[in-house]
């Protein structure tokens, strides 16, 4: 069975802080793809990224960054001087092998000014 | 490029009544993905659709939801009759293949009364 863990259930911060959000997840399938997607308060699901079991290297996207690392079965999600506009819940996922994608409960993450 | 299209985007309506959901794929996706969201259970696969044909529906809460996709570019969720305990946010999503990044719509919020 498949599990996604987002222990972090809400983060508040200042804008312009570093925000890290953790996501651990649990597969018995070698092969895996992870992902990250975004729900602001307006409702919808943002694809963030994706990542496979075989790629272990970071990401960065402007202010986002990412962080897999097999050994300790993470996939953490990293906000660089965060902003207003980044307040939302953030979804971790895991697709194992030719599975359904599997959510985590979501990370509520309010930045205020 | 449209996205994943949705109707209605809000949905109110009495108990014992028929509700009919409505998703349109991003055009070229051959899957098709139905999920809802509450704040009990988090975000939970109902079922899939590879090229129009059911995969799994082992997600369907029970006999009062039924899901067709009599086309690759339609798909409708009905609940009937409906209970206040559906009340939820309905997403669809698309894919190019069950295995690709899924991409969700904005979301249907039903509220059962």
């Known amino acids: 069975a498949q599990k996604v863990t987002q222990a972090q259930t809400e983060i508040s911060v200042v804008e312009k802080e570093d925000v890290t959000l953790d996501c651990v997840y649990e597969t018995r399938d070698t092969t895996y793809y992870l992902f990250w997607y975004k729900q602001p308060p307006s409702g919808e699901l943002v694809f963030l990224i994706r990542r496979n079991s075989f790629d272990e290297q970071n990401e960065i996207s402007g202010r986002y960054s990412w962080n897999f690392q097999k050994s300790t079965s993470s996939f953490n999600f990293t906000i660089t001087a965060s902003q207003v506009v980044d307040s939302a819940v953030y979804f971790c996922a895991l697709r194992p092998g030719y599975s359904t994608l599997t959510f985590g409960k979501g990370t509520m993450l309010l930045v205020s000014p | 490029d449209a996205g994943v299209i949705q109707s209605p985007r809000h949905e109110v309506t009495e108990m014992g009544q028929e509700v009919t959901l409505r998703c349109k794929p991003i055009s070229g996706h051959n899957s098709l993905f139905w999920y809802r969201q509450t704040m009990m259970r988090g975000l939970e696969l109902l079922i899939y659709f590879n090229n129009n044909v059911p995969i799994d529906d082992s997600g369907m809460p029970e006999d009062r939801f039924s899901a067709k996709m009599p086309n690759a570019s339609f798909s409708t969720l009905k609940i009937q009759p409906s209970e206040p305990r559906d009340s939820a946010v309905y997403f669809c999503?698309?894919?190019?293949?069950?295995?690709?990044?899924?991409?969700f719509g904005p979301g249907t919020r039903l509220l059962v009364l």
């Open positions: 999503a698309s894919s190019l293949t069950q295995y690709e990044t899924q991409y």
